[in-house]
């Protein structure tokens, strides 16, 4: 039994990709490149006006520059292959490397929970307790922040890695996506997956939920404390500081509450496909525009770096 599973055992997958539609391949590479283009532009800009502006060089922008590098390396461990395979009649991946595809993939998106969970809670700082800000959100406290968002991402990810490498291929190969999606693995495996789909659920609730559930805590007390305050400018002033975040929060968990309910099922239509391109490229490229549209400080620091520099 061994040998005949060692015989017939797949080592390499099929990206699918958008090749089912070829009349409009040439229109989606240009649509995918700029939109590509334009995530790389945005954040790349955002954090080097955060770097080089000392009036920014605070907890929240702290937070939104390391958000900003997120998203940058985000998008880039799917697009560019995506890209690359518009060229190609047929895009294969290994089996490892789809592995490490989707580790990166999953780190980043856990990390972006875990830091978006504390921009929530720096607002919460800032508009439930403004005179113990500074002391709460100190540069130790922000820098250990950030490092517990990016070993939270290897925490969630490193035990799903585990249990791809244990699942075995012996049939259909094709993963109707254009990146590893988890579920169409498991989905392809030929062995038992039901540890794999639990431990997947038990993770998903663990980083996802929870971190949903601790933002909404958050914002419960800071709508409680925007209530309280009497004057109508100091109430549109202390919700206008959030206002922005609470947006970005929306999108992302809506987004990828939506793209994991459809690809529960193991099984990618193009819809999901295009819903998933709105969840993994879409939104890194929104995220500059949320962040600096209505923002004085963020229009204000692009004036300075105009001014001197005349770039971004």
């Known amino acids: 039994m061994m040998k005949d599973r060692n015989i017939t055992e797949i080592t390499e997958f099929i990206l699918l990709g958008f090749s089912d539609f070829p009349r409009i391949t040439a229109l989606l590479f240009v649509i995918f490149l700029l939109i590509y283009i334009t995530t790389l532009t945005g954040n790349l800009c955002l954090i080097v ?3 080089m502006d000392s009036h920014l060089h605070t907890p929240m922008y702290f937070f939104l520059s ?4 997120i998203d940058l390396c985000y998008v880039t461990s799917t697009v560019p292959k995506l890209l690359f395979s518009f060229f190609q009649e047929k895009q294969t991946i290994s089996f490892v490397g789809c592995v ?3 580790f990166f993939f999953s780190v980043l998106a856990v990390s972006e929970c875990c830091l978006m969970t504390a921009m929530a809670y720096d607002r919460y700082a800032a508009i439930c307790n403004p005179l113990l800000y500074s002391s709460i959100m100190s540069p130790t406290l922000c820098v250990q ?5 990016y070993m939270g991402g290897l925490t969630g ?3 799903q890695i585990c249990a791809l490498l244990q699942l075995h291929f012996c049939g259909p190969n094709v993963i109707r996506h254009f990146f590893c ?3 169409q693995l498991i989905h392809l495996s030929c062995t038992d997956t039901f540890f794999a789909e639990v431990l997947f659920v038990i993770l998903t609730m663990m980083f996802g939920m929870v971190n949903a559930f601790a933002i909404m805590i958050s914002y419960v007390h800071i709508i409680f404390s925007i209530v309280k305050i009497t004057s109508a ?7 206008s500081t959030c ?3 609470l947006t970005a929060v929306s999108l992302f968990y809506g987004s990828g509450v939506f793209v994991y309910l459809r690809s529960s099922s193991g099984v990618s239509s193009s819809f999901d496909r295009f819903a998933s391109m709105f969840y993994i490229v879409v939104i890194p490229m929104l995220n500059p525009l949320i962040y600096s549209l209505r923002n004085k400080e963020i229009k204000d620091a692009m004036k300075r770096l105009q001014n001197k520099t005349g770039t971004c």
């Open 233 to 239: 400018k100091g109430r549109s002033k202390a919700f």
């Open 157 to 159: 990810s490193l035990p």
């Open 181 to 183: 999606d988890v579920s």
């Open 145 to 149: 922040v950030v490092v517990g968002s």
């Open 243 to 245: 206002a922005s975040h």
């Open 66 to 69: 390391n958000l900003s590098f």
């Open 100 to 102: 490490v595809q989707y």
């Open 49 to 51: 006006l955060i770097r």
